[in-house]
């Protein structure tokens, strides 16, 4: 019998991976989590039916989450990551040996503790001594921080379920309290294709624009997620992301990557029309 995992895009557009075998399937206090493999996109991990992460594409968005913010600013050292809990962000972040800390705060230990048994591909470096680990609401956990980090990523899952409350005005504000004042917020921005999702990113972008003075969308092409064109945000106190990148210093790391480069980094931020027209009508 053939085995197939199929995800809900609309109501009337199905994406299907084939499945060689089902991995763990468990329920945590927050959410179902379940761990497939397969033949094209090897290991991947689903939370209430949606695609996380694949072992195969999922360089394209931890590339994009991490260098983006990464090659604007070279003096970055404290960061702070949302969500995330497949470890794929802070395997990215623990390249820069400028780092001197990385706090990741996931509210589910459980999707943690799943990834590093079964996708450690994206999970191994969560013990870089670096790396601290804390479970609870990140909404919550932002709020006691003012002045602290030079950069906060949002790797979160979509704005509903336990992820809802990184999407609202009161969360990026309290972000903005937190960074420093060349601080910048990074977060994955939904797609613009499908109507339920583009709602979605036009309320985030409005929101985040009323709390910081850059805003700027940039985007990627990831296969496995809806539509395939995802976006993201970026949003700074000091850094626009298209005019100040340091290319030369960013190269000079020597970092080797699969989907960024410092032509891309800059190329990403050229939206199309359709995108632009839909940014315009949330602003």
Known sequence: MELWYTEEHTPTVRFSIKVKEQLVSKRSPFQQIDVFDSEEFGRFLTLDGLMMVTEKDEFIYHDMIVHVPMATNPGIRKVLVIGGGDGGTVRELTRYDSLERIDMVDIDEMV???????????????????????????????????????????????????????????FYGNCFKALTVEGI?????????????????????????????????????????????????????????????????????????????????RGAFMLPTYVRRALEGAE
């Open 112 to 170: 943690v503790d799943v990834c590093r048994e079964y996708i450690p591909q994206t999970s191994n470096r969560l013990d870089d001594p670096r790396v601290n680990l804390y479970f609870e609401d990140g909404l919550k956990f932002v709020r006691r921080y003012e002045n602290e980090y030079d950069l906060i990523i949002v790797d979160s899952t979509d704005p509903f379920g336990p992820g809802e409350g990184l999407f609202t005005r009161e």
């Open 185 to 265: 917020l990074v977060n994955q921005h939904e797609n613009p294709y499908y109507e339920y999702y583009t709602e979605a990113m036009k309320r985030a972008h409005r929101r985040i624009r009323d709390s910081f003075p850059i805003c700027r969308v940039y985007q990627a092409h990831i296969p496995t997620y809806p539509s395939g064109h995802w976006l993201f945000g970026f949003a700074s106190k000091k850094y626009d992301p298209a005019t100040d990148l340091d290319a030369a210093a960013w190269n000079a790391r020597g970092i080797e990557t699969k989907y960024y480069n410092t032509d891309l980094h």
